[in-house]
Structure formats: structure tokens, C-alpha cells
């Protein structure tokens, strides 16, 4: 069994392995993929952002996006002593904040540097998902 002990060893073993399944069982999670899913690995929000995986999936009511970050394994979510979220879902809760904030006033940017606007494919805000691992 593989044991990571970083977000960079994890990140590691998927593209060197092209494990890219892992990632993409994301979507069971949520109700589209079912007609069309694709994976982007480390794609970026303008300059500024970098997403581990964006997962975009359509089913009968159009497309999806889930913008993923993956975090240090093996962490608890909360710290019990302080009844907070531990530091390493404190970082990723702050890297999903700054990337809402960056979609919600870039969203048009993004989906024509992406070609999708091209394609016709259009995501109301309300079908963007964000997910830390």
C-alpha cells in the first residue's frame, strides 16, 4: 500500500502513475459526469490560483465544474482541543475562498481562455463546486 506523507507525494504518484481515476472519483460525489467528464490537472485561475484538478461533467441539465484542492493526508479535521479546523483544512478552506472570489469576477475570463465558450458551454456560479481532499 502506497503511504504519502505530503500533498506533493500524492500529486506525484497520479501523474507519474497517470492514476488520474483517483482525482476523477470526485464526481461520484456529486449527480453529473454522467455524459461527459473531463479532468484538468494544475489548471490556473488567471495568475494568481492554481487548482489541483478541475473536474467538469455534464448530465441532462448541462455542466458542472468542481475546482479541487488536495490537502496533507492523514490530517484530522478538527483540532478537539481548540474546536477549530486543523491547519492544513484552514489552508485549503482559505485556497477554495480565494478561488470563489477570483470565479465569481472572472468567471467569463475563464471560460474563454479555457475554449469552452467556444464550445458553447456556459456554468451559471450556482453549478461550481469546490472540494478539498
Request: glycine share 6%; net charge positive.
Amino acid at each position: 500500500m502506497y503511504q504519502s506523507e505530503s500533498e506533493q507525494q500524492i500529486q506525484k504518484y497520479i501523474k507519474e502513475n497517470r492514476k488520474w481515476f483517483i482525482p476523477g472519483s470526485i464526481l461520484k460525489n456529486y449527480n453529473f459526469g454522467h455524459h461527459d467528464a473531463y479532468l484538468f490537472p494544475e489548471l490556473k485561475l488567471g495568475a494568481e490560483y492554481v487548482v489541483d484538478y478541475a473536474l467538469l461533467g455534464k448530465n441532462s441539465s448541462g455542466y458542472s465544474l468542481v475546482l479541487t484542492e488536495f490537502e496533507k493526508p492523514n490530517t484530522p479535521f478538527m483540532i478537539l482541543t481548540s474546536n477549530t479546523e486543523s491547519h492544513s483544512v484552514r489552508k485549503g478552506l482559505t485556497q477554495i475562498r480565494d478561488w470563489k472570489r477570483w470565479m465569481e469576477d472572472n468567471r467569463n475570463y475563464f471560460f474563454e481562455s479555457m475554449g469552452l465558450k467556444n464550445r458553447g458551454i456556459y456554468i451559471p456560479i450556482s453549478r461550481i463546486f469546490y472540494c478539498i481532499v
